[in-house]
């Protein structure tokens, strides 16, 4: 087997290249598609943005916020399993062979109105825990932003 010199040039080299990689990627996400466990990282969202808030904040206040975090599961879960639900239908919708665009449309749309449903409540919660924090921590959780 013999190779010409020129056969194989950079621009050839790089469109193997991307087709490997696209080949790769397609099976990563077909086989983690496939398992029935699978849910979206997204759907633990609201867990990770308060944990990551509570770094911010002086001990204490931190505490509170945890707190009014954990008051608030029995409203969030359900909220977050029905987005998961609805980020599965949309997912499925999007993979099926024949695409049936408005139903992919609608959801979506049921997607992004289950996502806002728990924004609010995450809302909530942190107006909940700025009015019973204290004054320092407070400041220094906008203390980057402000500068």
């Known amino acids: 087997m013999t190779f010409r010199s020129g056969s194989f040039t950079g621009g050839r080299l790089l469109l193997l290249g991307s087709l490997c990689l696209n080949i790769a990627l397609g099976a990563y996400v077909g086989a983690q598609w496939l398992q029935?466990?699978?849910?979206?990282?997204?759907?633990?969202?609201?867990?990770?943005?308060?944990?990551?808030?509570?770094?911010?904040?002086?001990?204490?206040?931190?505490?509170?916020?945890?707190?009014?975090?954990?008051a608030r599961q029995a409203e969030l879960?359900?909220?977050q399993d029905d987005y998961t639900a609805a980020l599965l239908k949309t997912l499925r919708l999007a993979g099926q062979a024949d695409l049936d665009k408005p139903a992919l449309r609608a959801a979506?749309?049921?997607?992004?109105?289950?996502?806002?449903k728990i924004?609010?409540?995450?809302?909530?919660?942190?107006?909940?825990?700025?009015?019973?924090?204290?004054?320092?921590?407070?400041?220094?959780?906008?203390?980057?932003?402000?500068?």
Do not use: C, H
């Open 36 to 70: 029935p466990d699978w849910s979206p990282k997204i759907a633990g969202m609201p867990l990770r943005l308060i944990e990551r808030v509570a770094t911010r904040l002086p001990p204490d206040d931190a505490e509170i916020l945890k707190r009014n975090y954990q």
């Open 77 to 79: 879960r359900p909220l």
């Open 108 to 116: 979506i749309k049921d997607a992004r109105d289950k996502r806002v």
């Open 119 to 147: 924004g609010d409540s995450v809302i909530d919660t942190f107006v909940e825990t700025l009015e019973q924090i204290s004054p320092k921590g407070r400041r220094q959780l906008v203390g980057g932003f402000l500068r």
